[in-house]
């Protein structure tokens, strides 16, 4: 089974407007982390977020937040204020365990596109 | 900013050659990963290591092999390159604790011909 899932290919958004961009997980693993990373075109991955699976508050960083529902399993990216420079592929990404020592395992990633 | 270098950023090269693509990082994080991803798609883990000395093959079977003499140093080695190892490869490094994100560098675009 999958371990990340993200249904949206491609999204748009206005400029200026919020957009959120899905992702679901699948663990049996008490402990486990999350991240959302962006990658432009320029093919570089670029770290935005980190939730942790006990962390009791949704991670925010700037204008990036992250709404998660550890009951439906699921880490939705929140953009806020869209910009053109946030066109990009985005992907989730998780960690099992807590040790670190595990590697991350990424979803098939969303194209947002950014509307002037 | 991520101190986390690959060279050559792209490359084309005729099927049999064999190339080596370079990964450094001057964090001094002890893992090290590469990774694959044909465009548009996901990243595969096809090699990591956790120290000097140690390497693992990762989730996606690849012919390439890897070598961790130095803490530092990552790279990847293709013996014989063909048409089907045409991708981008992604060098990445974190730290060893859960919380840390892995640091990525800018890819290798490789085209085999």
């Known amino acids: 089974a999958q371990k990340i899932t993200q249904t949206q290919p491609g999204m748009f958004v206005q400029e200026k407007e919020a957009v959120t961009l899905d992702c679901t997980y699948d663990?049996?693993?008490?402990?486990?982390?999350l991240f959302w990373y962006k990658q432009p075109s320029s093919g570089e991955m670029i770290f935005l977020i980190y939730?942790?699976?006990?962390?009791?508050q949704n991670a925010t960083e700037g204008r990036y937040s992250l709404n998660f529902q550890k009951a439906r399993k699921s880490a939705n990216l929140v953009i806020s204020a869209s910009q053109l420079g946030d066109s990009a592929m985005y992907f989730c990404a998780m960690r099992e365990g807590i040790s670190g020592a595990n590697n991350l395992f990424f979803g098939t990633g969303t194209r947002l596109t950014v509307i002037p | 900013e991520a101190d986390i270098y690959q060279t050559p950023r792209y490359l084309v090269i005729g099927t049999g050659k064999k190339i080596t693509l370079e990964c450094s990082q001057t964090m001094g994080h002890d893992k090290m990963y590469w990774y694959q991803q044909d465009p548009g798609m996901e990243l595969h883990l096809i090699h990591y290591?956790?120290?000097?000395?140690?390497?693992e093959k990762g989730d996606l079977s690849s012919e390439s092999t890897v070598s961790r003499i130095r803490t530092e140093h990552f790279p990847l080695t293709l013996e014989s390159a063909r048409p089907s190892h045409t991708s981008q490869y992604l060098c990445?490094?974190?730290?060893?604790?859960?919380?840390?994100?892995?640091?990525f560098g800018p890819g290798t675009r490789l085209t085999v011909l």
């Open positions: 290591s956790y120290g000097v000395n140690s390497t």
């Open positions: 663990t049996s693993d008490p402990s486990y982390g």
């Open positions: 939730q942790g699976s006990y962390d009791q």
């Open positions: 990445a490094s974190s730290v060893g604790t859960a919380k840390r994100e892995q640091f």
